[in-house]
């Protein structure tokens, strides 16, 4: 089986679509995972929830999901994040809604694990950047593989069989034999790495291969459209920085 891995695209539709139009020239995939945050940030939630839909499953929601359905208290994010949830909990189709409501936390699907944050208490939303963090991560995943989001940044964790944790930034990471991993593809819809461009992730599970990769998309036009509903400018310029 080969999987797009997909993950944080915030309403970015000129990002996602840009996405899935580079998918045309891979080889077919089976299926497409998407690891939560479709809301949040960008000016396009309903055209982003309708793509996701049609093409995503399984799918965990992410924070940015859960303040918009009322579930994460919005004192947790700070006031852009926090003005862009209440902006998109007024503006999403009820339809999105009722479907992010029978969406789990945690997903299991050909031998690996989907969670937004960390798989260690999925809903208190952890950021894992620090070695403990991944420690955490791996004493309370389940299976040998675990995909999470969250962070915007891609990187792969990979824990030897004597529970050493190295992170590896390369492009392409064959997975090992009695290695576990846990794997984040980067943001679809607000990169946080220094670099503009989308990020997503294919894995091969019959090769046993991860591959992020990257997609220049029409920033300027994701940018004019958050300003043009009229979202804090600062949602708008971070897209240009990767930040
Ligand atoms: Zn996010």
Redesign the pocket.
């Known amino acids: 089986m080969r999987w797009v891995i997909l993950s ?1 695209v ?1 309403g970015n539709l000129q990002a996602l679509e840009s996405v899935l139009e580079r998918l045309k020239k891979e080889d077919p995939v089976d299926g497409y995972a998407f690891l939560g ?1 479709a809301l ?1 940030y960008g000016a396009d939630p309903n055209p982003c929830m309708e793509i996701l839909r049609e093409v995503c499953g399984p799918w965990v929601l ?3 999901d859960h303040g918009v359905l009322g579930l994460t208290d919005l004192s947790y994010f700070n006031l852009e994040a926090r003005e862009a949830i209440q902006w998109c909990a007024s503006n999403l189709d009820f339809s999105h809604r009722i479907f992010l409501e029978s969406q789990p936390l945690v997903a299991k699907r050909d031998g690996f694990q989907l969670v937004h944050a960390s798989p260690r208490c999925p809903e208190e939303w952890d950021y894992l950047f620090t070695y403990r963090d991944a420690q955490e991560a791996f004493e309370a995943m389940e299976g040998e593989i675990c995909f999470v ?2 962070s ?1 940044i891609p990187l792969v964790l990979q824990q030897d069989p004597e529970g050493n944790i190295l992170a590896l930034r390369q492009e392409e990471v064959e997975l090992l034999p009695d290695h576990r991993y846990v794997i984040n593809p980067g ?1 679809i819809g ?1 990169p946080r790495d220094g670099d503009c461009r989308a990020s997503f992730g294919i894995y091969d599970a019959e090769r046993r291969i991860f591959r992020t990769l990257r997609v220049t998309y029409d920033v300027s036009e994701a940018a004019r459209r958050i300003l043009k509903v009229g979202l804090p400018s600062s949602l708008a310029h971070r897209l240009f920085w990767g930040s």
Do not use: E, L
Request: proline share 0%; charged share 15%; net charge negative.
């Open positions: 944080d915030h945050d949040g992410g924070n940015h989001g969250h915007h943001s607000q």
